[in-house]
């Protein structure tokens, strides 16, 4: 897997080209770090908040929404990302998610 963390440049694949400089001026002084992932985390974090473990609450999700879960799922199989994000045995994250539909309800 290849970790790229994003700067403004990286930003400027989102659908309004004309809008990343104004993205970056507001989320880079939110966020310590960007990452591209493979959609096969995205996917496989759509998957879980569908079929959550027993007694949590399901989430329908798109892989926009499971974004933030698919970045924890790619930290838990590659130590680089996990050191990279500063995640350890004790931290706790707090998952936000996009109200969207998923775009394939078999997923």
Request: with cysteine; net charge negative.
């Amino acid at each position: 897997m290849t970790v790229q963390l994003l700067n403004e440049e990286g930003l400027r694949a989102c659908r309004n080209p004309a809008a990343a400089p104004a993205a970056w001026e507001i989320v880079s002084t939110a966020a310590s770090a960007f990452v591209a992932l493979d959609d096969r985390y995205a996917l496989e974090g759509v998957r879980l908040f569908v079929t959550p473990s027993s007694g949590d609450v399901a989430i329908e999700s798109g892989e926009t929404g499971a974004a933030g879960l698919a970045a924890l799922l790619a930290a838990q199989k590659h130590p680089r990302l996990r050191d990279l994000l500063g995640l350890d045995a004790p931290s706790r994250v707090l998952l936000l998610t996009l109200l969207e539909l998923a775009d394939d309800p078999e997923t």
